[in-house]
């Protein structure tokens, strides 16, 4: 039984993992943020935490983190949640969290 919980609870959480990265495309797209070849902020390493995810956010070619930091709190309104993220000086990514209130 405790084997069938586990894979249970694995679907579940790749499920919300999936239905996370979907809506994160979705304000990307209809924020417009995105460069000449549509690329846009990309999440990586995703992983579930007490109240919401941890991952990596790479940024594109001919974007930088300010053009993020200017959809944040889009980003918090569509998702109802706090995000908070922290840029490496020298990595084209930053190490993002987003916290649900529940």
Known sequence: M?????????????????DFINKWKLIMVNTGVYNENY?????????KIDKGFSF???????????????????IENC??????YKMNQFNEY?????QFEN
């Not at 990596?56 to 889009?74: A, M, Q």
């Not at 930053?94 to 987003?98: D, G, L």
Request: net charge positive; charged share 30%.
């Open 56 to 74: 990596r956010v790479y940024c594109p070619t001919g974007l930088n983190f300010n053009d993020l930091n200017k959809i944040k709190e889009t």
């Open 2 to 18: 405790k084997a069938i919980r586990n894979i249970m609870n694995s679907i579940k959480e790749k499920s919300e993992i999936r």
């Open 79 to 84: 998702l109802r949640c706090k995000f908070e």
């Open 94 to 98: 930053a190490n993002a969290e987003m």
């Open 39 to 47: 690329h846009t902020f990309t999440m990586y390493n995703i992983k």
